[in-house]
Nanobody
Framework: QGQLVEFGGGSVQAGGSLRLSCTAS????????MAWFRQGPGKEREGVAS???????DYTDSVKGRFTISRDNAKNILYLEMNSLKPEDSDLYYC??????????????????WGQGTQVTVSS
């Protein structure tokens, strides 16, 4: 069974930046789509950004122009560069993967593999 492990969460002031990383171990099926989701207390898990094996990306509207998703296929690492952070970006951020590209790339139920999450806190 493959594993996903997130790194890079933390606390930052509004307007600041953070970079999240996610490593995918052997056992994660390829080719595949990877994505970042976030979830706060009492809220549904929200798709933030996705990238498939051909580097096609998708973003939720609230982060477009501020967040950038990328991947290093050789090292099996997924990144999320977050700039101009806002307090409403504060959440637990999860890395996820699925074994296919295509539609619904920001829909949580289409993903099989999940990391444990890393907390991002943005103060005003």
């Amino acid at each position: 069974q493959g594993q996903l492990v997130e790194f890079g969460g933390g606390s930052v002031q509004a307007g600041g930046s953070l970079r999240l990383s996610c490593t995918a171990s052997e056992g994660i099926p390829r080719p595949y789509t990877m994505a970042w989701f976030r979830q706060g207390p009492g809220k549904e898990r929200e798709g933030v950004a996705s990238i498939d094996s051909s580097s096609t990306t998708d973003y939720t509207d609230s982060v477009k122009g501020r967040f950038t998703i990328s991947r290093d296929n050789a090292k099996n690492i997924l990144y999320l560069e977050m700039n101009s952070l806002k307090p409403e970006d504060s959440d637990l951020y999860y890395c996820a993967s699925r074994s296919y590209s295509g539609a619904w790339s920001l829909v949580a139920r289409t993903y099989k593999n999940w990391g444990q999450g890393t907390q991002v806190t943005v103060s005003s």
